[in-house]
């Protein structure tokens, strides 16, 4: 089973500013088969970016989804309010179990 | 329009079996490819993938879970049932339906993401 680190813990910010989310997998995760999730409070998660990085219908440009084997990167260019969430990182590679990062919380400064 | 949404008790006591059921609409179970998963997450806590129907009727299930767990479809109905054996306060948690890889279907190119989530169901195990 596939063990994603997601860090920070948590990023304290100021709308307007750039948020780097970084997920790290135990093993390689093949074909970039990697997700991100915002999810806010009281609300089911949304996907945001699949396969590494392309963006889900609707979601604004200002989210970018990059990185490979291991590593992985969330980055907000420039934060809005809607924006303060918790992210969540998750892999997919071909065969189960599909797993999920433990989150990182965006919260404003 | 996809939409899920997620049914069933609030409250268990230990060691009963939860049941829960998945409607959904904008697809259906019967096109080739489709598939359907289930997802809790525990108060405060991360995201954890459970089970996942497809189509053909294929399973897979959690590791950790797999003894506990069965999920079952009724195409007919667009419907997706989830079975948890044995229940445990820590299995307290929001759970949620979600389809799995997008219009496109799950085993096309291996998309196990889940693009559109129900609003989720909390239950709570407690005597």
């Known amino acids: 089973e596939i063990l994603l680190t997601q860090s920070p813990g948590t990023l304290s910010l100021s709308p307007g500013e750039r948020a780097t989310l970084s997920c790290r997998a135990s093993q390689s995760v093949s074909s970039s088969y990697l997700a991100w999730y915002q999810q806010k409070p009281g609300q089911a998660p949304r996907l945001l970016i699949y396969?590494?990085?392309s963006r889900a219908t609707g979601v604004p440009d200002r989210f970018r989804g990059s990185g490979s084997g291991t590593d992985f990167t969330l980055t907000i260019s420039r934060l809005e309010p809607e924006d303060f969430a918790v992210y969540y990182c998750?892999?997919?590679?071909?065969?189960?179990?599909?797993?999920f990062g433990q989150g990182t919380k965006v919260e404003i400064k | 329009q996809v939409t899920l949404r997620e049914s069933g008790p609030a409250l268990v006591k230990p060691t009963q079996t939860l049941t829960l059921t998945c409607t959904f609409s904008?697809?259906?179970?019967?096109?080739?490819?489709?598939?359907v998963s289930w997802i809790r997450q525990p108060p405060g806590k991360a995201l954890q993938w459970l089970a996942l129907?497809?189509?053909?009727?294929?399973?897979y299930y959690s590791t950790s879970l797999k003894t506990r767990l069965a999920i079952s479809k009724d195409t007919s109905r667009n419907q997706v049932v989830l079975t948890m054996t044995n229940m445990d306060p820590v299995d307290t948690a929001t759970y949620y339906c979600?389809?799995?890889?997008?219009?496109?279907?799950?085993?096309?190119?291996?998309?196990?993401?889940?693009?559109?989530w129900g609003q989720g169901t909390l239950v709570t195990v407690s005597s």
């Open positions: 129907i497809d189509w053909d009727d294929d399973k």
């Open positions: 979600a389809r799995t890889g997008g219009s496109s279907g799950c085993h096309t190119g291996g998309n196990y993401y889940f693009d559109s």
């Open positions: 904008g697809f259906s179970l019967s096109n080739s490819q489709m598939c």
């Open positions: 396969g590494a990085s």
């Open positions: 998750q892999q997919y590679r071909s065969s189960a179990p599909w797993t």
